[in-house]
Every structure is written in structure tokens, then in C-alpha cells.
């Protein structure tokens, strides 16, 4: 009877160790998706969104590791689908964000593609959250017709067709129950404010990075409980 006690006693502390051992490694993980405004060009990764959204989640205390980003400049809906189903990803990720298709405008790809590309990169990226669409983060397109660039090219119908964009993407996150964060507003205001822009005079800054941040942070501190 002793050597019974003993043994179960030894067990359940191998258990309780073990259950203890799976409660810390409770790390959250993040993959973001998306293009140019993704991974922080002409201002270097370090400042692009993601990380400075994990910086500040990490400031909140919440435990955030360091993004997994897909993305790369010039890509198209087209070009993120195709790099997801070569990319190597261990989902389920705990929070996964999308911001795509100033591409497809840019380069004059018929808008009547994007509906269902965006769909499948909004669907793939509920499964790749492990089919949580709540922890599935959609950002609008930024409006980079006020930057210096655009002004140069044909500012109204950049804005005209990338609001065209950003109405078919919100009601494909808010169909799917994806939370959709408009950020579009915050890049409108690089028309007055140049501290707002990159060097390169199209792409956003740090410092609009950050603005993004504080209105993408709360959203995600208020689904992980924070």
C-alpha cells in the first residue's frame, strides 16, 4: 500500500511539473501578412508596424515574440498567396494581420480581382489563426496618393480607387467577423504632415508607423484579455 502511495505521489508531481512547464511557455505568436507597408521600407524593419506593435504589446505585458512577417514590396494579392503556400509556417499563430493591395491598384490589375483574392488571403488567414477570425487583424490600405509621390501621379484617383479597395475589404473582414482597423485617416494627414513620410517620399515613416500602432494595440490587448 505504501509503494502505491508513493508511486502516486511521484506521478502527480511529474504531472503538476509537466502542466507548469506548459503554463509558462505561454508566449503569444504573430504573423504578419502583407506587402511594402508591411515589412517597414525606406525605413528599415526595426521601425515597420509589426515590431513596433510587439514592442508595445511587450510594454502592456503582454508576452508578444517577434513577428513572422510575409511580405515584400510590389507584392499583389496574387503574390502574397502565392508566398503563403511556399512560405514555411507553423501555425496556429495567436494573432495574424493582414494590409494588402495597394499593389493591385497601383499597377492598374483589374479591380474585379480583388474580391476574391482578398477573400482567400482573409479566410487563409482565419486558418491560419487556428479558425479564430476574432484573432485576425485586417488594416486598411494608407492612401499614399498625399505623399510626395503620389501628388505627382494623379492624387484624386488614387484616393478614389483605393477607397474603392478599402469598401471591399471591410466587407470581407466584417462578414467573416475580422476585426478591421482604418487606418487610411492617420496616412491622409502625410498631405500636411512630412514627418509623416520616408525618405524615399512614398512610403510612411516611423512616426506613422506608431500612429498605426496605437490604434491597432488596444484592439489586440482587449482580445488577449489585457
Request: glycine share 6%.
Amino acid at each position: 500500500m505504501i509503494y502505491f502511495k508513493q508511486l502516486f505521489a511521484i506521478l502527480f508531481l511529474i504531472s503538476f511539473s509537466f502542466i507548469g512547464c506548459q503554463s509558462q511557455d505561454s508566449t503569444i505568436s504573430f504573423l504578419a501578412l502583407g506587402d511594402s507597408y508591411t515589412i517597414g521600407e525606406s525605413v528599415g524593419v526595426e521601425n515597420s508596424w509589426p515590431v513596433q506593435l510587439s514592442e508595445q504589446l511587450r510594454a502592456k505585458g503582454l508576452d508578444v515574440a517577434d513577428p513572422k512577417v510575409i511580405a515584400q514590396t510590389g507584392w499583389t494579392t496574387q503574390d502574397l498567396k502565392k508566398a503563403i503556400a511556399e512560405a514555411d509556417l507553423n501555425p496556429p499563430y495567436d494573432f495574424v494581420s493582414l494590409l494588402i493591395g495597394v499593389n493591385d491598384q497601383y499597377q492598374g490589375i483589374d479591380i474585379s480581382k480583388y474580391p476574391s483574392n482578398f477573400s482567400f488571403l482573409a479566410e487563409k488567414a482565419i486558418s491560419l489563426a487556428g479558425d479564430k477570425p476574432h484573432n485576425v487583424f485586417i488594416l486598411s490600405i494608407p492612401d499614399y496618393g498625399v505623399t510626395p509621390f503620389g501628388q505627382q501621379k494623379n492624387p484624386k484617383k488614387i484616393a478614389t480607387e483605393l477607397a474603392r479597395y478599402n469598401a471591399i475589404n471591410k466587407k470581407i473582414a466584417d462578414s467573416l467577423g475580422i476585426h478591421y482597423i482604418n487606418i487610411t485617416p492617420i496616412s491622409k494627414k502625410a498631405k500636411t504632415n512630412p514627418d509623416l513620410v520616408a525618405s524615399d517620399g512614398l512610403h510612411p515613416s516611423a512616426k506613422m508607423y506608431n500612429q498605426w500602432v496605437k490604434k491597432v494595440a488596444p484592439v489586440v490587448l482587449d482580445e488577449f484579455g489585457k
